[in-house]
């Protein structure tokens, strides 16, 4: 089993910071992707940042310039720095890691998702 807690989330009013950190527990082997991922209220999920085992980082348009994305591959953990918040980053945010359990094994795991309310 891997479990996938995120945690950050909160209210801030726009143009303030916040971090978010998501940490893997459980039978893991190696953890190649992560990434974070949101769902605002009627809208689809979609990629915020994502990053490779290798330290690739991938952006969504909307992301670039003021979120960041990291990862500690020692402690299975990832954050997403969000800077210059704005009302229409609203969202639950979802941490995703694609996870080997064994050399063969794995999958796409999600967190449960933490919600982050930004106001005008």
């Known amino acids: 089993q891997v479990q996938l807690v995120e945690s950050g989330g909160g209210p801030v009013q726009a143009g303030g910071s916040l971090r978010l950190s998501c940490a893997a527990s459980?039978?893991?082997?190696?953890?190649?992707?992560m990434g974070w991922y949101r769902q605002a209220p009627g809208k689809q999920r979609e990629l915020v940042a994502d990053?490779?085992?290798?330290?690739?980082?991938n952006y969504a348009d909307s992301a670039k310039g003021r979120f960041t994305i990291s990862r500690d591959n020692a402690k299975k953990t990832t954050l997403l720095q969000m800077n210059s918040l704005k009302p229409e980053d609203t969202a639950v945010y979802y941490c995703m890691m694609q996870v080997k359990t064994s050399i063969v094994r794995g999958g796409q795991y999600w967190g449960k998702g933490t919600l982050v309310t930004v106001s005008s």
């Open positions: 459980g039978s893991i082997f190696r953890v190649n992707d």
């Open positions: 990053i490779t085992n290798g330290d690739s980082t």
